[in-house]
């Protein structure tokens, strides 16, 4: 009897902790500047950190259908906003680099960028020491490639001397290592949508904040990576978007942007790119214009799903599908003004 009860309690601590790992969360909180991945293999949208209201936070969640759980762990990294993170399904974890300590704070200063890699496998946090690694930077684009196995990097922002310098270089993160592949193709920029298209077997990246400040040498370039080069496609792109939100939809073969910062204002505008052409999509309703939101597309229920951002005064909260060209909100959180505290 003795051993039986002490086996019963045994098992009552184990579904305890489970049930900690995964807390569930009925409550809806808003969040910009955040990162997000889809877990192909377990269907599961994570995000992870950015910014609420009034603060840089470094909470992990989960989304099922419309619920946010939070995920409880005892190791996690530092608080931090545009970070890059996605879904190694080789290796069915998750991979985060860099961001910054800040959302915008009061000056540049070097001391908030990051350049850790840190890795979510079996339900825990664990940083990654490499031999190499691309310099500290925010606001990098960053997939991975189904194809070739890899996570690639490009880009972002680095400070210096007080000043924001835009990058141009791309890199893989293989094998537990970083490794530096070109300094050649699009102009230096940071906050450039990109994704990866698995019928072609190739990234596709589009806009970004350049030296020039017009969002694309271009005002509107769209440029393909193969794995070993950056090409430039000769389409007519949409206006230059900086901070949008893009992601493949794997059914349709198409890539899906919505939102971002024109260089004027913020915008609402959804644009589809499928093969060589972009065109933009009318909608019965949308999301309000913003930017710093994050968008994937989740393969199981074939659909991008779309959540939080800011439209400069309100951080956002609320969380929209988009399935057969139209929006729906499926999870409604009143936005929150932000606090002006230089967090």
């Known amino acids: 009897m003795k ?13 305890g902790c489970v049930s900690n790992i995964e807390r569930k969360e009925n409550l809806g ?4 500047a955040h990162s997000m991945a889809y877990n192909a293999l377990e269907s599961k949208v994570y995000l992870f950190a950015g910014a609420s209201e009034e603060e840089v936070v470094s909470d992990l969640w989960v ?3 419309k619920n946010w759980r939070r995920v409880d762990t005892k ?3 530092e608080p931090r906003t545009f970070a890059s993170m996605v879904y190694d399904i080789q290796n069915n974890r998750l991979i985060l680099f860099g961001g910054s300590k800040v959302l915008f704070g009061i000056k540049p200063d070097s001391n908030n960028l990051l350049n850790d890699t840190w890795q979510f496998k079996n339900n825990k946090w664990e ?5 190499n690694s691309p310099i500290p930077r925010a606001e990098a ?3 991975y490639d189904q194809d070739r196995e890899t996570v690639v990097l490009f880009g972002g922002y680095h400070i210096q001397n007080n000043e924001y310098i835009k990058l141009g270089d791309t890199w893989e993160f293989r094998n537990n290592d970083w490794n530096l592949i070109t300094n050649s193709g699009p102009s230096n920029r940071h906050g450039a949508a990109m994704a990866y298209d698995s019928e072609e077997k190739c990234i596709i990246l589009f806009g970004g904040s350049t030296i020039d400040k017009q969002y694309g040498e271009s005002k509107g370039e769209t440029w393909k990576w193969d794995g070993k080069e950056w090409k430039k496609t000769t389409n007519i792109g949409p206006a230059g978007i900086f901070n949008a939100s893009m992601a493949y939809d794997e059914e349709r073969k198409e890539f899906i ?3 971002g910062w024109n260089g004027t204002t913020r915008i609402n505008e959804t644009w589809r790119l499928s093969g060589n052409n972009w065109d933009k999509l009318k909608t019965n309703k949308s999301p309000n214009p913003r930017n710093h939101s994050n968008m994937i597309y989740d393969q199981k229920n074939g659909r991008m799903v779309l959540f939080g951002g800011h439209d400069g005064e309100n951080v956002f909260g609320d969380i929209w599908e988009f399935r057969n060209y139209e929006w729906n909100k499926i999870m409604e959180t009143s936005p929150i003004r932000r606090i002006e505290n230089g967090h």
Request: charged content about 20%.
């Open 29 to 32: 909180f808003v969040r910009n």
């Open 141 to 143: 684009s960053m997939v």
């Open 75 to 77: 190791i996690q990294p």
């Open 3 to 15: 051993k039986k009860a002490i086996l019963i309690f045994s098992l009552v601590m184990t579904l």
């Open 127 to 131: 940083k990654l020491i490499t031999k």
């Open 257 to 259: 942007r919505f939102g």
């Open 63 to 65: 989304l099922d259908s």
